[in-house]
């Protein structure tokens, strides 16, 4: 199977800038990873992804990086603002199906 | 797109009382999933569907929870009798094998069996 896990539960940060989420996972074989935004009261809503075969992918002011040596992944988010704050999963599918196992999430606060 | 639908968006029903959670996935998406988020647990798969077929049900807690997929665009979750426990955050989600493959994640059902 696999697990997927957080660094930190709660992050704080000042508006402007960088946030960097961590996220590690278990098993080798798994080889799609997706990041998740979830708002309070929200449902998770889709942020960015990756495959196994990259090390790197950006998005509008987000950056997902990949280490596939350890087993880590990363969620950057350039110049953070108050409407980042929410719940940051990492997700992960193994072996080629599309069972996602979600991480336990961190919670990111914005300070003004 | 209206996305992902679900109904009813809060349910409070005493213990012992049948729930039922209802889903409607994105038109011409082939996967269906149901998750259960608690604060302990955080979010946990129950059971997915691929064209409509149960493919892993290994996350259903128990016998009191079942769910069916009758069509493409319909699917419930019962819970038959309903215990405090089972009080959480119930999300449905779907996903199409062409594209990427991150699902779409209605706005929930909160239950609160009281």
């Known amino acids: 199977g696999e697990s997927v896990g957080l660094h930190l539960p709660t992050l704080s940060v000042q508006e402007g800038d960088n946030s960097i989420i961590n996220c590690a996972y278990s098993n080798s074989a798994s080889d799609y990873f997706i990041w998740y935004k979830q708002e309070s009261g929200k449902g998770p809503q889709f942020i960015i992804d990756i495959r196994s075969n990259m090390d790197k992918r950006q998005g509008q002011r987000v950056t997902v990086l990949l280490n596939k040596t350890v087993k880590h992944l990363s969620l950057q988010i350039a110049a953070t603002q108050p409407g980042d704050s929410a719940v940051y999963f990492c997700a992960a599918i193994t072996g080629g199906g599309n069972k996602l196992t979600f991480g336990t999430g961190t919670q990111l606060k914005v300070e003004l | 797109d209206a996305g992902v639908i679900q109904s009813p968006r809060h349910e409070v029903t005493e213990m012992g009382q049948e729930v039922t959670l209802r889903c409607k996935p994105i038109?011409?998406?082939?996967?269906l999933f149901w998750y259960r988020q608690t604060m302990m647990r955080g979010l946990e798969l129950l059971i997915y569907f691929n064209n409509n077929v149960p493919i892993d049900d290994s996350g259903m807690p128990e016998d009191r929870f079942s769910a069916k997929m009758p069509n493409a665009s319909f699917s419930t979750l019962k819970i038959q009798p309903s215990e405090p426990r089972d009080s959480a955050v119930y999300f449905c989600?779907?996903?199409?094998?062409?594209?990427?493959?991150?699902?779409?994640f209605g706005s929930g059902t909160r239950l609160t069996v009281v």
């Open positions: 989600a779907s996903s199409s094998r062409h594209g990427n493959y991150g699902y779409t």
């Open positions: 038109s011409g998406h082939n996967s």
